[in-house]
């Protein structure tokens, strides 16, 4: 018996000493240099060498599968039969879209291997689209629009989702601020030093749960190392339109025990310029008046490297200061006799601090059930205030404790999946004047599966997940009515298929059905919200205007909203000419959004309470959140060419349409648009000219406006100082050069905050 277990772990040890080995080369039999070798399910990975070889030890009695990827290339996956451990030769094909791989994900994921649509935007490409929001960093993917509060706020949306639908999450965590509540509230991360931004389309509820039932958002940072690899970044820039400056510095450090990084950012700018228009007295002063900000921030962390995983920690601090666009108390002088009275808009401004703790451990482990234990935990405590006259009027708070723990299983007749649990506990407060939802307490916890499997040309992808959240309101009374605390069971299941039809082909199927238990603003609002200029009433409040006085009563009849979700996916992945086409068609039930209901807060006399009296807000529109069946489908494309070495041809377009079942169109859907853009690289030059087109939106929900087309010309001039040790570029960037006067569909603000006028960046981003 012991001569027999002798032999079993010198043929074990064999197998580990032989391991897997070979060269990378592309179609012209050129190694290739830093190509990624990842062994799936496993933390094995390496990078290619000068010569692109590589070797890992791996138990080859095992079968495995191989992830092979390259920037510029296609990426492959190879499975290998067990016991087979001949050194390989594998040819990558190039590709002029990138794949690169998806870190929202417990399984390894590139954006081809997705039966969902997913897009990662990282790189030189991340650095030339980054802007002061991450609405507006995001706006010209395919796919995704801006919520656009002006410069100072703007938030993603994915095909005409957002707010509570859309997650937002830095390194895979709940970014936990406030944006959910209200547009005119900023997503508290920051792209400037962002490492890559991964958006999700479509229902991702079996990773993140039923707040991202309209997709997911993750900016990925370094600010928990995943080397030790002594490397700084810094950018430095400053614009036109808004006479903004920024800068921002990174440093990561270490050895192969222990790593380090630090990065801080800071951006200051003033209010900034519109297109004069005629049309609009407001707009004769070309600028957008309390739109300037400035903001800073810091984050610090180390990862301790040990031989099965790693272990890591970081310290984020984030404060910004900006104005608030249409948020001024006006104070009209009834006796003025112009034609216009006189108004003086008292300045409102926003102060945000935000501290970000984190905790991410990847373990790898070797027993009969599981091969790794992937763990976050994030604690975050978020605050703004809104400042007028030196005092505070209103104050948000958000502190959220959430955890997440990945088991990944061991494969078991060719699947490889994971379990994920799930906690989360959100406690909100809004205190003040304008205060119009009551402080709550969200927990949710939950249990997820996923499950995938390659067969040949094929790759199946399963999973399911249920959760238990509850809502309740810290203030459990109104007008005599004591409001319950809600719980619900939200469930999701998925099913998909991605098939390599040929070579350079694939497509991708997927069916989802997920719920979403609703917010606490989505319940609980009553009363002005005056960041979007109206009067806002949570679903648990009905509306009777049959009589000649109209009123609120409290009702609790809420549902979750149920999503049915198919996506349809056909790509060219490799090759000089690239393309993707995605279809999408979503049945919702029970969806909330906010109607129009046609009156006005002065209607409801019951809310003219003395203390507005000094901060009139006038006659604010009344919205309700109402439940109603809706449909929403649409299409996205994107078409790449390369046209010769040095020059590539871009075109995209989308289109998002949203109804009611019942008759009439979802308010504030974004119009289709095309975009085109044409790039020149070599010898150092980038150059690009990029044409945007946004198509009149004329398909309106009741008592909204039509939006006009426009068309935004932006161009861009970048020179790399090829063989210096520091990576410096320089580069010059100048949008809307015609100096176009747009409004964008989906904002709250759209008649008062058009997109910026003409503007020029300049600046230098490097790295040594």
């Known amino acids: 018996m012991k001569f027999t277990a002798n032999l079993f772990a010198l043929m074990t040890l064999s197998n580990l000493a032989h391991g897997i080995s070979g060269q990378v080369l592309d179609t012209s039999g050129e190694p290739i240099y830093g190509a990624s070798i990842e062994v799936a399910g496993s933390r094995l990975q390496t990078q290619t060498d000068a010569q692109g070889r590589f070797s890992l030890e791996v138990n080859t009695s095992q079968l495995r599968e191989i ?3 390259a920037p510029g290339h296609s990426h492959k996956t190879i499975v290998l039969q067990a016991g087979q451990d001949e050194p390989l030769k594998v040819t990558l094909q190039h590709t002029v879209i990138e794949q690169i791989d998806v870190t929202a994900t417990p399984l390894h994921a590139s954006t081809i291997e997705s039966a969902q649509p997913v897009t990662v935007v990282a790189g030189e490409e991340l650095r030339r689209k980054q802007a002061s929001t991450l609405g507006e960093t995001l706006k010209n993917e395919v796919g995704v629009h801006s919520s656009y509060f002006g410069p100072v706020a703007s938030s993603p949306i994915i095909r005409g989702l957002n707010g509570p639908r859309v997650l937002i999450t830095q390194n895979g965590l709940d970014s936990a601020d406030a944006s959910r509540v209200g547009p005119d509230h900023i997503v508290a991360t920051e792209t400037i030093t962002a490492e890559q931004i991964e958006i999700l389309r479509g229902p991702a509820t079996l990773f993140y749960g039923s707040g991202a039932i309209g997709g997911v958002v993750n900016v990925v940072d370094e600010r928990i190392p995943t080397s030790g690899e002594n490397r700084t970044a810094y950018s430095l820039g400053s614009n036109t339109v808004a006479n903004e400056r920024e800068a921002s510095l990174a440093h990561t450090g270490g050895n192969d025990q222990l790593a380090y990084h630090v990065d801080s950012f800071w951006r200051k700018g003033d209010d900034y310029e519109i297109p004069t228009s005629g049309d609009h007295d407001e707009h004769s002063r070309g600028v957008l008046e ?39 108390h006006s104070d009209e002088h009834e006796d003025d006799e112009s034609e216009h009275h006189d108004e003086h808009e008292e300045e409102v401004v926003s102060d945000l601090k935000q501290d970000r703790w984190q905790l991410v451990s990847e373990l790898s482990l070797d027993n009969i059930w599981l091969s790794g234990l992937d763990t976050r935990i994030g604690y975050t405590d978020y605050e703004h205030s809104e400042i007028e006259n030196d005092a505070v009027g209103t104050t948000f708070s958000n502190q959220t404790l959430q955890a997440r723990v990945n088991l990944l299983l061991q494969e078991r007749a060719g699947w490889r999946g994971a379990i994920t649990l799930e906690s989360k506990t959100t406690d909100f407060e809004a205190i003040g004047e304008e205060a119009f939802t009551p402080p709550s307490t969200t927990e949710s916890s939950a249990i997820g599966l996923i499950q995938e499997k390659h067969t040949g040309e094929f790759l199946w992808q399963l999973g399911a997940r249920i959760e238990r959240v509850t809502v309740e309101a810290a203030d459990d009374e109104w007008e005599g009515e004591n409001l319950d605390k809600l719980a619900f069971t939200p469930y999701s299941v998925s099913a998909g298929l991605v ?6 082909y694939n497509a991708g199927i997927s069916f989802t059905h997920a719920q979403r238990a609703p917010s606490a603003a989505e319940l609980f609002s009553y009363g002005p919200h005056i960041g979007t200029s109206s009067f806002e009433v949570g679903a648990l409040f009905k509306l009777n205007d049959d009589t000649e006085e109209p009123y609120f009563y409290y009702e609790n009849n809420v549902d979750e909203e149920v999503s049915n979700n198919i996506d349809l996916s056909f790509r060219r992945h490799s090759g000089n000419i690239g393309w993707v086409l995605n ?15 046609g009156y006005t807060s002065e209607d409801f006399e019951e809310h003219d309470h003395e203390e507005e009296e000094s901060h009139d ?24 060419w390369q046209l ?19 008759g009439g169109n979802l308010p504030r859907i974004p119009p289709m648009r095309l ?16 044409i945007t087109h946004a198509f009149k939106q004329t398909k309106v929900a009741e008592l909204e406006t039509t939006t006009a087309a426009y068309t935004l010309l932006s161009t861009e001039l970048a020179y790399t100082f090829l063989g210096n040790p520091h990576n410096l570029t320089v580069y010059l ?14 904002s709250f603000l759209k008649e008062l905050a058009p997109l910026p006028g003409r503007n020029f960046s300049l600046g230098l981003r490097g790295m040594f």
């Open 290 to 328: 309390n739109s300037d900000s400035e903001s800073n921030g810091f984050n610090i962390g180390g990862n301790w490297f040990l031989d099965n995983g790693s272990i890591g920690l970081a310290y984020g601090r984030l404060e910004r200061v900006n104005g608030i666009p249409g948020h001024g």
């Open 675 to 690: 975009g085109g853009m044409l790039n020149y690289s070599s010898n150092g030059w980038d150059a690009g000219i990029e």
């Open 617 to 640: 807000h006038g006659e604010l529109p009344v919205y309700v959140f109402d439940q109603a069946d809706s449909t929403l489908y649409g299409l996205e494309a994107e078409f790449a």
């Open 583 to 597: 279809l999408f068609y979503n049945q919702i039930d029970n969806f909330y959004y906010e109607r129009n209901t």
């Open 733 to 746: 960037k100048g949008n809307n050069l015609t100096d176009k006067l747009a409004y964008v569909h989906s």
């Open 499 to 504: 098939w390599d039809i040929a070579a350079n």
């Open 644 to 662: 010769s070495k040095p020059l590539t041809l871009t075109l995209w377009g989308d289109t998002v349409r949203g109804k009611l079942d019942n």
């Open 67 to 69: 992830h092979i990827n």
